[in-house]
């Protein structure tokens, strides 16, 4: 079973890798962990734009590979087959585009939970992904993100 895990490398991320590693892959499963760097959308190629911000986007690519290899070392140290990708590309259509060249079983993203205003207005790369994948998408809800069957406080508050 081949399983693309995207993560974001935010808060979320351990809670996605925290899931996965209860999986049951039966040491059959090939993970490739992957995170899309998107491009600063003001400059197309390392060509345009001074010299400044060349160097700011690579050191954050540098920074953001060096955290994308050191969660692949951890999965790897508890047993897994995980290989690292850093792609850059929009979001939803790169991880489709690699999940078909990797012949992906399965997707696994994470989500925030920021609500369907946010949704709306920004939109969501799990919702993006669940759309349009060809395979089976486990969502990673946040922990942190309001249930949408939780009792809020204010009524509880006072009983």
Not at 3 to 20: W, Y
């Amino acid at each position: 079973m081949n399983v693309l895990i995207a993560v974001d490398l935010s808060e979320i991320t351990m809670d996605v890798l925290t899931a996965v590693r209860k999986l049951p892959f039966g040491g059959k499963g090939k993970l490739f962990l992957m995170h899309v760097a998107e491009p600063d959308p003001a400059f197309v190629g390392w060509d345009a734009g001074p010299e400044v911000v060349r160097n700011q986007m690579a050191g954050e690519f540098h920074r953001e590979h060096q955290e994308l290899t050191r969660l692949a070392d951890e999965l790897r140290a508890a047993g897994h087959d995980v290989t690292a990708l850093l792609v850059q590309g929009p979001t939803v259509a790169t991880l489709l585009r690699e999940a078909e060249q990797l012949q992906a079983d399965l997707i696994v993203v994470g989500s925030h939970g920021r609500g369907a205003a946010y949704d709306l207005l920004v939109g969501s790369i799990s919702s993006g992904v669940i759309r349009s994948a060809p395979v089976p998408v486990l969502v990673i809800p946040s922990p942190r993100a309001p249930r949408p069957d939780a009792v809020p406080e204010e009524t509880t508050a006072g009983r």
